[in-house]
């Protein structure tokens, strides 16, 4: 079939670098000769029909912007058989003779079933802050994500060290510790509790007796929020220690933010990737990098990956602290 229009969405989680990807996308679209449509509010914009004609002056000035100019939004009606068909009815209707999908693995997911059950010609993009997908080593948003919260971890740590208080910091991260795990690495954090793996708390309360009597009066936790409540970690720790503990939430300011070098130039790259996969012809896959050379997987293979090196970055931080 020939390509003409491609439609474009963001979906699920928002992430700083999804405005590049955008401006990526249209522009280099553009100037192979396609017309770009732009989906609103991800899957349940697409169920709607929130369509929108993108253009050159659509996506200026947004490559230093955080989330994404075209919203996002988590869709449950994806999930389901009616769902998809109103999202293929959509396609249809607007002629969007391709698709690209921007987001993490529950975007693969539903790009994934419109692709192999009514055979919609579709790209995914790689837009997540976990960076826990298979086929790339990074996925746009996580580095940016990562130098959030260790920014707030940094001055949280100058108040720890001043007031002389044990700190847990939860950040985001449901089935995956990498965020988790890389800002207690380059914050020089005591201890990381994430999903990988059973946290010894026992553990963790007789280093704080132990290190409290040598002087060691503050310390930092950093919490994945899938594995534990930073307030619930807290008053536990209060309670078998007896050592003041505070407890601070990021939350979503992760997500946003000016995306950093790293996160534009990878968005930029894929972005033009996925154009060139539509150009040729080749759907149903997923765009990436591995070892910094662009690298193509099928999206049914493009899913949630384990945090692989978390028993090794463990031990490490452990030495260190």
């Known amino acids: 079939m020939q390509v003409k229009q491609i439609g474009l969405l963001t979906a699920g989680g928002d992430g700083p670098g999804m405005n590049a990807a955008i401006r990526s996308v249209v522009r280099c679209a553009l100037a192979q000769g396609f017309k770009v449509k732009g989906v609103l509010r991800g899957y349940d914009g697409l169920i709607k029909g929130e369509v929108v004609n993108l253009d050159h002056r659509s996506v200026a000035n947004i490559i230093n912007r955080g989330g994404t100019i075209l919203k996002t939004a988590r869709s449950k009606e994806i999930r389901t058989p009616a769902g998809l068909k109103k999202a293929v009815a959509t396609i249809r209707q607007h002629e969007l003779d391709a698709l690209i999908a921007i987001g993490g693995d529950g975007t693969y997911r539903a790009a994934n079933e419109l692709f192999t059950r009514f055979h919609i010609p579709i790209v995914g993009l790689p837009g997540t802050i976990d960076n826990d997908l298979v086929g790339t080593d990074q996925t746009v948003s996580s580095n940016t994500a ?152 099928d999206l049914a293979k493009a899913r949630r990956r384990e945090n692989l090196n978390y028993k090794e970055n463990y031990k490490l931080l452990k030495i260190l602290t």
């Open 146 to 297: 990562i130098n959030t919260a260790i920014e707030s971890i940094d001055k949280i740590r100058d108040t720890a060290h001043s007031m002389e208080r044990i700190f847990v910091i939860e950040v985001m991260g449901n089935k995956s510790g990498f965020i988790a795990m890389q800002v207690a690495l380059a914050s020089g954090a005591e201890d990381v509790i994430i999903p990988e793996q059973k946290f010894n708390y026992a553990k963790l309360y007789q280093d704080m007796v132990e290190g409290n009597k040598k002087g060691k009066l503050s310390w930092m936790v950093i919490a994945a929020e899938g594995a534990a409540k930073a307030q619930d970690v807290a008053k536990r720790i209060t309670q078998a220690t007896g050592l003041e503990t505070r407890y601070v939430v990021l939350g979503h300011v992760q997500r946003g933010g000016t995306p950093v070098a790293s996160d534009r130039i990878l968005a930029t790259r894929l972005g033009a990737e996925a154009v060139q996969l539509i150009r040729k012809g080749k759907f149903g896959k997923a765009v990436g990098v591995l070892q910094n050379k662009i690298h193509i997987i």
